[in-house]
């Protein structure tokens, strides 16, 4: 079984991460950049965190023979803060011709306040001048429904291509409002505040695979990049087939990355 | 002794994740299709399922909700 891990902050966590998922069959994983657990003072901060998701984790990951992507942008959270966004994004064209550099992400809402919007809305309208892929998290917990609908109701404003975008972090509310849409919805396996793994293979049995990725968002809080294969288990064990869970762990991350011609990996199709 | 809103803060997120697992299951239940003829048709374990989670929403005198449910979930003494 081949997987690709399409959120993961390698930066966060040991080697020992891609040594195991090396052997557990990942490919690739792509990198968001994302909140470090504290309040970033200097743009310079973030550009030299860029640097080191574009440059040095690659290295990492190719010492297990794992492909390393990444997004770069101003997370939802420290958004918050506007004349520190404006300051990182405009850095962020030069970040778009990297080698590894696949888009802007992760962008979006956090607890869905104004100065979040603003950026956001920025963002959105860099994404599509520069014709970026987009990753856009929805905010946790009581506030994914409304982040959910404003995100939604940004995109159809801004007309952005529902087939580059790609809105994460889905959940049982949310998800059908964002297929409908036509974008691409991520199911994040991290338990405690997304989704499980049972749960994720139930709306994979719901939805079908079109325009569904699975991820496991593993970070420095409580979370494990083996949530993916713990899903594609429960999923085989309802009696999928192999092809199936290919389409949904390799395959279905493989397309929508694939947008990006420098993300080179194929979709797999096994000899029947 | 920990206070009871240190109580919500610390299990709030395990609660709603274990709630939501519960929630699921049962959905996954309810769209499964019927067992096939000849096997059991209404299963005791939904029942015993439906009947603790009436446990867990009507609390009695005291906090022994963890008990009458393992109760419940017992096989006779005798």
Known sequence: ?272 | MTDKNAVMERYYLDCRCMLLELAATLDRHDRAPAPSEGAQAADARLLLLQRSIEILAHPSARPDRTARILELLSRPVS
């Not at chain 1, 506007?82 to 802007?104: E, N, Y």
């Not at chain 1, 049995?205 to 429960?234: I, K």
Request: charged share 20%.
């Open chain 1, 1 to 272: 079984m081949y997987y690709i891990q399409p959120h993961y902050h390698g930066i966060s966590r040991t080697t020992d991460d891609y040594e195991r998922m090396a052997q557990a069959g990942v490919v690739a994983v792509a990198e968001p950049s994302f909140w470090a657990g504290f309040d970033r003072h200097h743009p310079e901060t973030f550009l030299d965190y860029f640097r080191q998701i574009s440059e040095f984790e690659p290295t990492r990951a190719a010492a297990y023979g794992i492909r390393h992507f990444c997004w770069v942008a101003v997370n939802p959270k420290e958004s918050e803060n506007v004349a520190l966004s404006r300051a990182v994004m405009a850095a962020l064209p030069g970040f778009f011709a990297k080698p590894t550099v696949l888009g802007i992400g992760e962008i979006g809402l956090n607890k869905n306040t104004p100065h979040e919007l603003t950026i956001f809305r920025e963002q959105m309208e860099m994404a599509i001048q520069h014709r970026q892929l987009v990753l856009i998290h929805t905010p946790h917990l009581g506030d994914k429904r409304k982040g959910t609908q404003l995100t939604l109701d940004l995109l159809r404003e801004l007309r952005a291509d529902p087939e580059r975008v790609w809105i994460d972090h889905v959940e049982e509310h949310t998800i059908q409002s964002v297929l409908d849409a036509g974008y691409w919805a991520g199911m994040t396996l991290y338990p405690q505040t997304k989704m499980s793994p049972c749960r994720a293979a139930d709306m994979l049995e719901l939805y079908g695979h079109r325009h569904l990725l699975v991820n496991s968002s593993a970070d420095w809080g409580a979370s494990s990049p083996f949530t993916l294969q713990q899903c594609a288990m429960e999923y085989q064990q309802r009696g999928h087939s192999q092809q199936e869970l290919l389409e949904v762990f390799h395959n279905n991350p493989a397309r929508f990355l694939g947008q990006n011609p420098k993300f080179d990996i194929r979709p797999i199709r096994l000899a029947s």
